[in-house]
């Protein structure tokens, strides 16, 4: 009876606290959660630019600059979450430079941090937009939570990252339309809420474009990317049926729906990217890509060339009234990220 009224007091001693902590942890996370709005105006000018006929468009999921070729990540059979404070600046550096080289009239980026733990709080947004004064910035959330407890044993911590849409031309404005998927509770309150950030130009002639920047959901728990694509073929066949052309480019972690991969990309148990329904889109334009460069690298082991399994997920879908004059993904051997830039000149035909 005292050995069980001794164990009884060393389990209430030790479970009473844990079970405490945990409740506090879980009630701030529940207080912190970031709940976006449906729809959010992130960017407005009262005088905003002409867009030219012809356009230079570049995507690029920049991978927070934490993922260059010498990493592997957790979430896709790999183990670490982030880089040396010094690799991430370097990669950060590079990708500017390498940006500025494009010199593309509109960057759509994805992954861009801007205070989070993994990239050591360095304003990632702020500093990429620096490198482009006279640029229009816009900015939308797609990661925010004050703190992430996985891996338990290097855990994420606080994230704080996004689209970042930077423009030669102004736009009129530039809203975050927050996608239908959303995971369950309680691992919502750590996981990414994904939007969409779509920014509408003015043309010479008075029409409206529509440039949209998005990053779909990666780790699927059921039908999350088939309702962010259902979604953004709504918003985008009610656009063409307003008469306003619309470019869409990203990170869609699906491939296009004419898109075979071969049977190494659809190798890895952690990461398995699903085909898009085209029959969604068919009303309001086509999807182009560069099927000759893979855009992704699977993040299981650091890179190499001659073993590692790449795939696309990267690329445009264009509607009516767009003429594509080129697109190529750049190969850049996944250095500073896990994703390769992919660009795309088009003409507004007449």
């Keep these: 009876m005292r050995k069980y009224r001794r164990f009884r007091a060393v389990t209430v001693r030790i479970v009473v606290p844990l079970v405490a902590v945990a409740a506090v942890f879980f009630g701030i996370s529940w207080l912190a959660e970031f709940r976006p709005a449906p729809v959010e105006e992130v960017y407005r000018c009262q005088q905003p630019d002409s867009l030219p006929d012809t356009l230079t468009l570049v995507s690029w999921n920049i991978g927070y600059a934490g993922l260059g070729d010498n990493m592997d990540f957790f979430y896709d059979g790999g183990r670490r979450v982030r880089d040396t404070r010094a690799r991430t600046a370097a990669n950060l550096a590079q990708i500017v430079l390498t940006l500025q080289k494009i010199d593309a009239d509109i960057m759509l980026l994805q992954e ?5 733990h993994r990239t050591y709080r360095i304003d990632e947004a702020g500093l990429i937009g620096a490198a482009f004064p006279g640029y229009a910035a816009a900015f939308g959330f797609n990661y925010k939570a ?9 855990p994420i911590g606080r994230v704080a990252s996004g689209l970042l849409t930077l423009s030669r031309y102004r736009p009129l404005d530039a809203v975050r339309y927050q996608y ?47 309702e962010e694509c259902v979604f953004l073929a709504e918003l985008i066949a009610r656009a063409d049926s307003a008469g306003i052309r619309s470019v869409t480019g990203g990170d869609w972690n699906q491939y296009p729906p004419d898109y075979i991969p071969s049977a190494a ?16 889109f068919r009303r309001a334009g086509r999807f182009v890509y560069d099927a000759q460069h893979p855009s992704l690298r699977y993040l299981d082991r650091p890179f190499r060339a001659d073993s590692s399994v790449r795939t696309l997920t990267d690329f445009f879908f264009v509607s009516p009234g767009i003429e594509v004059l080129s697109i190529e993904t750049l190969p850049l051997d996944f250095h500073s990220s896990d994703h390769n830039p992919v660009v795309m000149k088009i003409v507004f035909s007449r």
């Design 112 to 116: 861009v941090d801007r205070s989070s």
């Design 146 to 154: 004050w703190f992430v407890p996985i891996p338990l044993r290097d």
């Design 180 to 226: 239908p998927s959303r995971f369950p509770f309680p691992e919502r309150m750590f996981n990414l809420k994904r939007g969409l950030l779509s920014a509408r130009f003015l043309t010479a002639a008075g029409d409206t474009v529509m440039i949209d920047n998005t990053h779909n959901t990666a780790y699927d728990t059921g039908n999350m990317r088939f």
């Design 265 to 280: 990309e659809l190798s890895n148990p952690y990461f398995v990217p699903q085909q898009i329904d085209g029959r969604l």
